[in-house]
Each structure stands twice: as structure tokens, then as C-alpha cells.
């Protein structure tokens, strides 16, 4: 593969951002011999993070704690620009060996650490917007037209070289949000962008420990393929909000492109390791599990367990030669490869369609208490089963929670699935459902086991109450204890799948599901939506076990311990803006409080949190040279503000700035 880059700095472009100047500036990665045939694109944007740089001299890295470069394109004397979009050629160029042309955007001018509004206070929206801007200028090369030259640092004519019906989009935290907001701009009625780069198909998304909800608009996976790689020790967006964009594929109506949807969840990962140019570590350590990241410096096992499941993710969404047998990476009824088990465990959430002609959902558990969907009682015999909302997940998807604590061996409940008849499942393969379980004392009291700790067993329910023989978890998934970091532990759905043909009992005339747990003395156990696919289980057999073995990372000095509570710091102050005549991003109303510090804010993808009070304001950004914060308040939030209250914000992992009380304003 050989490399190449263009970069045009410092333009106006309103279609992007009209407040603000932005660079299109790109590396571009691509097959040495690019022959006469177009090639399929993938386009890779990178997250939050300062955009210059300076080199601590203790650490031995380049520290990213200043945003200069946001406002007027350059950085202070001692400071270079940090690449952001560098972080990712160990992917790009693997990509670019198979046969892609890759294209990595720096978002840093205008974007990256930029103020947001009320309704992109993220700036993702405005992300979105900067791929389809790169794309409308690629168009324009490969059609030979437009305005802005081929430059010759590019190091190749693209006209005719790329094919925009086989279009992919990788995105990294807020970048993640950014190229779903690119799809939904894309799709938007009276968007200016179809007409700027001309017929176009986006096949597939892929992002790393991506924010969700940092925009007015609930921004989807629909009609294209998703996977979304959840690093289980993110300190940065350290609610795994990514599982949104998973949850919600389960809701998805009418998409008949049969596109998978997954989790790839990756013990021991960081989020910022993720991009070898953020050098330092956004978590100070794990839970229940090894760590994969230093706290200074690179982890090649890390960059691994992205490079795996995105070589084999696009193999298998974007090309004309796409192989979705690539696919089954993904797919839990699949072994790892070694090339990931050698290096940590991964816990896999998997959907092959939306629901439709191939995925029937049989069960949501949208019923209050003890009751099925179809409004009957599940019948629990020696413990104890409730429905409600899944609290581990930001979006709250419905799930049963079953508990026990000795009592009766014979521990089972019933799911009617229909009041009267049954349900055909004859022409479906494979019976899965989402399952996670918390600590109990003959669990978490024990070494963890990565083979599983817990296991229980699916009957279905035929006519007359007639059961199949018990199918177990076990061999199937290795259900494990929570993990996380400091900031709490996640447990996280994972997808398990059964043969339908292993239960032994006429598919035509279904009418329920038994669960039994007979194998501990205790246990807490979530069950998660259950359906029914036409994809076959690949094997029966045990799930190969992670040896959680870490390989070796890069400039990795002994882990630094962080303080995680600080008192109130002198030199800490706040301020009411005055109003802007010429603040055309934000509504009128707006009112705008800087924050200051002499103790430097990270710039994290995750949105810093401003407490006045009980008020919890969340679009907040910190800019410029990192001692200065910008929240926003709507016209209700500034109305809920009490002088006198304390206020304090939290940023990423670093220990709490407090600013004592709010003046009166």
C-alpha cells in the first residue's frame, strides 16, 4: 500500500460549519497498484481531543492539553498539532492491503474541542456534516471536476478510482456519533449533499467506544450494517452509551437490507489506546479483568483487538467481492480466533437482520412483573423473576431479572408465548437471546473463570405442556462476572444462540419457553430479548476460553495512581457571559458560564458535567488552552439556578474542580 495526504486549511464552508473556518485535511491510504477498476472507500474519523500538543519530558510522550488550533489554526510557541487522524493507520493500512482506498479526516480546525449549541452540543452533527464534505470533494476528483485541484502530496490521479455504490464509515467516540450523523444528514430530505457528490451507498458503520445523544437527534444504524466495539475499562465514555445504537436495532421496522448489528465488547481496553496518537491512558485501571493499555505511551494488544474485528467487519459489509462469511466473527455461535483469544476476552451482542422476514422477536419482556408479552404469568417455581428496564444500559432496554438463593434444586419459569394455539417456528434455525449475570458469593467470591461462571438451561414448550430436552448455556457462551473500571462495573447483554434442531421437539407447534438454573446455589441473571433467526448456529461445541494474556505494549512505565476526590482550588473562578450579537449557533436565550482553572481540563469525548446545585448541566466544552470550560444553559435551566448553590464539574476521570458557590447573576 502507499500513502498519500491532501490538506487545505482554514476555509469557509458553510455546508460544515457557519460559524467557524475548517480544514479539509485527510490521509489518504490505497493499494500501490490501483490497476483500472474503481475501489471501495472507507472513510475514518477520529474523536475528541486537544489539537495541540506539547512533549512532558517525565512521561517521555507529547501531551495533548491545548485546543489553539480550534479557534485560529495554530498552536503556541513549545506546541505542534497533534494528528488525530494518524491514530488509525495501523487499521488503514491493513484496510488498504485489501484492496481499499481509506481516507483518515482531521476534524481538529472548528470541530475538535470546538463549543457546541443546544442541539449539537457535541459538535457530532457538525462531524457528520465534515465526512459528507470530504466526500462531495473525493466526488468531485473522481468525476474530474470541481474547483479545488488534485493536490500532487495526494501521489495519485483518483479520477475513476473510487466507486461510491461500496461506501464504508469507521468512527472513534464522538467520531462514532459523527458518521451516523453523516448517514442521517445524508438520508435528510433537502440535504445539499446528495446533489454535491452524487449517487452514493453507505454500506456499513463501524465505532470504537462511541457517545450517543450528544445531539438534538437520535441518531441510527438503520439499513446498514453496525458493529460497535464497547472497550470494557473506558474511562473516557465510561457508560458504554455505544450499546445504543445495538438496542435500538432491536426496534428497527421495515429494513429490508438484512444488515447485522453487534457488541464487541474487549476486556481490559482503554479508550484512548485505541488511537495511537492519544498517549495517555483515560483510566487508571480494571476491574475483574488484566489491562490491555500503559498508562503512557501505545498497547499493541489493544490495537489488536480493533484490528481484527474491523479487517473483518468491512471484508464482509463493503466491496463488490464482500465475503459476509467474514462476518461470522461477530456471530456467537462462531470460536474467536487465537488472534483475539490469545490477547483478551470478548463478549459478543449479535443480531444478523433487523426484525423481519429472517429475525422474529418472540419475547421483549414489555410486561410489567411476573408477565410474558402475551399477558401471561410466567408461573416462577423457587425464585424469583421480574420484568423491567436493564439500568446497566443508558437506554434502558427491557429485560427479566431472575434471582434465587438456595431453596428448591428444581429452579425454572415458564414464558407463554401465545394465550391460545402456538407459534410455527419451523422455518427458523436458531432460538437466541441477550443474557448477563451479577455477582453472587459462589461467583465473584472466586477466581474468575473465562470459560463461564454461570450457566442455565432453555427447554421449549410444545402442545399439552410437552418440554424438550434442556439445551444449556454452557459450550455456548462464557457468561462472566461484571467488569469495568472505578467508575463501576458493566454488565453487559451478550447474545447466546441455540439450534433449534438440538431441543428435539416439533418446531410447528411452539407455545413457550422453560428456564431452568439448577447449577448454582444462587444467582442474579438477566434475560434480554429472545428471537428467532433463519442463520444457522455454526457448532455445539464448548466456546473456546480466553487466556487473558496480554501481549506487550510500548513505553509502558508503571501504572500512575490518580486521585480520584480533590478540595476546593484556589485560582478556581466562574463567570456570566455576556451575551453575543453575533452567536448564530446558539438560541437567544442562551445563557453561557466559563469555568476557569489553573489545573489544566482534559478534552474528553465524553461530555464534561457542570453541578449547580441539583442542576446537572451537560453541554459544556472545555477550549482554548485547556484552563477554560464554556457550559450553556437553556432559558429553563438558567431559570432552575439558585445563587448560592455549590457548583463543581466532573471531566472524563479527573478528580472534581469545584468552584465554590454560584454568584448571583
Known sequence: MTEGSYRFTGRDEPDVLKTAKVDLWAQVYRPTNLGKAAHPLLILLHGNHGTCGRMDPNLGIRVDDNA???????????YTVTPNHLGYAYLARALAAEGYVVVSINANRGITAGEGDQNDSGLNLARGRLILRHLALLSDWNRGIGTIAVPKSLGFNPKGMLDFAQVGLFGHSRGGEGTRAALAQWRDPGSVFPAKIGKMTIRSIFEIGPVDGQTSRVLDSYGVASMILLPSCDGDVSTLEGVNVFDRAFTFKGDKQHAIHGTFEVWGADHNAYNTEWLEADSASCSGTPVLFPQAGRSKAQQQTALVPVLN???????????????NLFDPSYDLPATITKVTHVQRGYLPAAPGDTVKLLETFSKEGETSDAGLPYGAVGLTVTNGPDLDHPTNPRIAHVTWSGGLSDRHFDVKLVRKGAVDLSHFATLSLRTAIGCTKSTCDQAMDPSGEMEFKVRLIGKDGKL??????????????????EFGLHRELATVSFDLASFHLPLNSVTGLRFVFDSRPEGDVDIGTIAVTTKPVKKQG????????????????????????????AGNTLRFLPAEASA??????T?????????RFPFTDSLPELS?????????????????????????????????????????????WRFGTLPAH
Open 68 to 78: 489553539e488550533y480550534t479557534i485560529d489554526g495554530t498552536c503556541p510557541d513549545g
Open 313 to 327: 467487519f468491512f471484508k464482509a459489509t463493503v466491496g463488490p467481492h464482500a465475503n459476509p462469511a467474514d462476518a
Open 468 to 485: 424438550s430436552a434442556p439445551v444449556s448455556t454452557k459450550g455456548r457462551i462464557a457468561l462472566t462476572r461484571p467488569v469495568g473500571t
Open 542 to 569: 464448548p466456546v473456546a476460553a480466553s487466556a487473558l494474556a496480554l501481549a506487550g505494549s510500548e513505553n509502558a512505565p508503571a501504572a500512575v495512581a490518580r486521585q480520584q476526590t480533590i478540595g476546593a482550588e
Open 584 to 589: 448564530a449557533r446558539r438560541a437567544p436565550e
Open 591 to 599: 445563557v453561557r458560564i466559563e469555568l476557569t482553572s489553573q489545573r
Open 612 to 656: 449547580i446545585g441539583d442542576l446537572a448541566i451537560r453541554n459544556v466544552a472545555v477550549v482554548g488552552d485547556g484552563r477554560r470550560a464554556i457550559a450553556q444553559l437553556t432559558a429553563d435551566q438558567a431559570k432552575a439556578l439558585v445563587t448560592g448553590s455549590a457548583v463543581s464539574l466532573q471531566v472524563g476521570s479527573a478528580p472534581l
